[in-house]
């Protein structure tokens, strides 16, 4: 099974994800970003993108990675990744499903006046343009198709450790 822990950035996918691993016997966590970074090490460099998802290997590689990953150990993986764009969802859910991977897909939420002062003080990566840019597309996205696509969990007044039991209830149930 894998557990995505959708979001933009602020929402604590990457925080909440090590927690959530730790609440589910036989989990590991893996960050889809590393594949991103990978295409990003190809020299010559792909063509150019604000956004690795955007570069078409990026979705499939996701997926069989995931899948090999789960063939190869069992249990489940708890993947921390934003998945903004409906189509992309649609290709890695859909890629997924076609290798029987259940995946119970997540959405850690919060205002955007919350995000925007997590991403701001934020004290290991430091506030990031990048991120900041980031909000309006996840608003756009979460009032038009992803609140419908997965399980909200409001982190706006919770912790980390928090949304994390909530989210291993929620699969445990």
């Known amino acids: 099974m894998i557990v995505w822990l959708n979001g933009t950035h602020g929402a604590g996918k990457t925080t909440t994800s090590a927690l959530v691993q730790q609440l589910i016997p036989g989990s590991r966590v893996f960050d889809a970003e590393k594949v991103g970074?990978?295409?990003m090490d190809i020299t010559p460099g792909l063509p150019g993108t604000d956004n690795f998802q955007h570069w078409p290997p990026w979705r499939p590689l996701v997926v069989e990675t995931a899948r090999r990953v789960l063939d190869y150990t069992g249990g489940t993986l708890v993947m921390p990744m934003t998945v903004l764009v409906e189509r992309y969802w649609r290709e890695i859910s859909?890629?997924?499903a076609q290798h029987a991977v259940p995946v119970r897909h997540f959405v850690l939420h919060a205002d955007q006046d919350t995000l925007r002062r997590r991403i701001e003080?934020?004290?290991v990566m430091g506030?990031?343009?990048f991120r900041l840019?980031?909000?309006e597309p996840y608003a756009e996205a979460a009032r038009t198709w992803l609140h419908g696509?997965?399980?909200v969990v409001d982190t706006t007044h919770l912790t980390?450790?928090?949304a994390a039991r909530r989210i291993a209830e929620a699969v445990r149930s």
Request: without cysteine.
């Open 37 to 39: 970074e990978t295409l």
């Open 94 to 96: 859909t890629g997924l």
């Open 121 to 123: 003080g934020d004290t």
């Open 127 to 129: 506030p990031s343009e």
């Open 133 to 135: 840019r980031h909000l």
């Open 149 to 151: 696509e997965a399980q």
């Open 160 to 162: 980390p450790a928090q």
